[in-house]
């Protein structure tokens, strides 16, 4: 019989309920239990991908294409595995197919209502991984906060579902514990009266993680537990990490996983074996370099609108014991002029993905000068497209060259839109979606890095290399090494002569995890190590030549 963890939040939205999600599962995981982690968002958007980043941080795409909301992303890099549509659940979805039933005549004249008809759904859903047979776990993420009005049906579900499920389902409560200066105290009074809304909800927590900036003392643990009505040993203390991928020990430390083990009248299961985890860990933290990577692009104020480049720089750096520091710089204040004097100091350059015209001209700079100067460049979809505007502009000599996304009367479309989008009116989930393959040429940089000349990679975008410019992008040594087997649509580019200039039209950064980073991503970063080197190389003799 598959068991359900239900993780709910309350008091303050932000305390990383996506991060213990996952770390629990990780947890689990590595004792044996075949786990999987889904998430249950309450906004009305049937999924988040017509969302701005601005608003809900990065879209995260899965193998079988959902636009997804970025706590999926968490959940792969920690599991290793992959998730699918069936991951991420939000309102509008459930509500689009509430409706639908309705419309077709599937509740044969009852009158459709929230409880029973949205709840029955949601039930469903929370159910449906569990139904496959292929997890002993599912752990389901509630969005939002527990008061929400949003939230109701969902605690409603899950109240619900403990019935239904008898001993086979347990609540953790993710909640903070604030820390007073000025009176030098923990409070727990937030976290009593998150419980208690709970509870006037009809939902009692099994688990209580305790977020908190100080080391809760025995004492405030025993209050906890007496106040909200959890034994003492599942009063969990989270604290305040370096990094997201140091939360699995301390919850290990904490002994998360075994008492959510013992409250589902589980066996412990293998002596959890991190010790890959353990070695990533080492090496982040104690890096024997650094290197400055510039990500250009134009939501670089937000640490969530880039999440997965961020973290698939993370792991690219400890697999070359070096520390990648980001260096945000916003393409809209880039030019011409001042990209020399912005760039020369990076060790590489990354323009990342993104949709619109805002910022554009700067990324097309940008990537001028990684051209020119010889600085190792990966641009990611857009940042793909606009390496070939940039190139058919200052090198083929087609100075209307664009993305008809960004101009669509040009005639120099060398990007340009695949035919069967060209009808599409709609926004949602109507991209290029999802993993397809791509043929690498053999002996290019590209077959090199993976190891492999078949690979398969996930995308989301509309437009696509224009392949009636492809002969003479490669006459000019601009050359399109990956492509698509059965579409022929150009995947990857490379520039002949250049240390490290690679195009992809996918999004590599969704497929790195902790236990297998990205080859690309890996390759990026021994480059900028690599650059910083020979120019630390070059300084010195220089100076030699002075002295
Ligand atoms: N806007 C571009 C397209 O739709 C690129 C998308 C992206 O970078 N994800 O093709």
Known sequence: M??????????????????????????????????????????????PGTLNPYEHGECYVTEDGAETDLDLGHYERYLNTYTSQANNVTTGRIYQYVINNERAGG???????????????????????????????????LGGTVGDIESLPYIEAVRQLK????????????TLIPYLKAAKELKTKPTQHSVKLMSEQGLIPDVLVCRTEQPLYKDLKRKIALFCNVTQDAVIEAMDADSIYMVPLEMMREKLDLICLQKLGLQKGTDPDLSKWKEFLNK????????????????????????????????AGAMNECKVEVKNIHSEYLTKENAESKLESLDAILVAPGFGSRGIEGKIDAIRYARESGMPFLGICLGMQMACVEFARNVLGLPRAHSTEMDPDTNQGVICMMEEQKSITQMGGTMRLGSYACELQPGSLAAEIYGNTL????????????????????????????????????????????????????????????ENPHPLFVAFVKAAKDAQEQRSAAVEKANSLVI
């Open 455 to 514: 690979i398969n990679e996930r995308h989301r975008h509309r437009y696509e290399f224009n392949n009636e410019y492809r002969e003479r992008f490669e006459q000019e040594g601009f050359v399109p090494v990956g492509k698509n087997p059965k579409s022929d649509l150009v995947e990857i580019v490379e520039m002949k002569g250049h240390p490290f200039y690679v195009g992809v039209q996918f999004h590599p950064e969704y497929k790195s995890t902790v």
């Open 163 to 174: 019935w239904e499920l008898a001993g086979n389902c347990l609540i953790v409560h993710l």
């Open 107 to 141: 509740y044969l004249g009852k009158t459709v209502q929230v409880i029973p008809h949205i709840t029955d759904e949601i039930k469903r859903r929370m159910k449906l991984l569990g139904e496959t047979k292929q997890y002993d776990i599912v752990i389901t993420e």
């Open 284 to 315: 982040l933290r104690y890096p024997k370099s650094t290197v400055t990577i510039g990500l250009i692009g134009k939501y670089v104020e937000l640490q969530d609108a880039y999440k997965s480049i961020l973290e698939a720089l993370i792991h």
């Open 2 to 47: 598959t068991k359900y963890i239900f993780v709910t939040g309350g008091v303050t939205s932000s305390l990383g309920k996506g991060i213990i999600a996952a770390s629990l599962a990780k947890l689990l995981q590595a004792r044996g239990f075949t786990t999987t982690i889904q998430k249950f968002d309450p906004y009305i958007n049937v999924d």
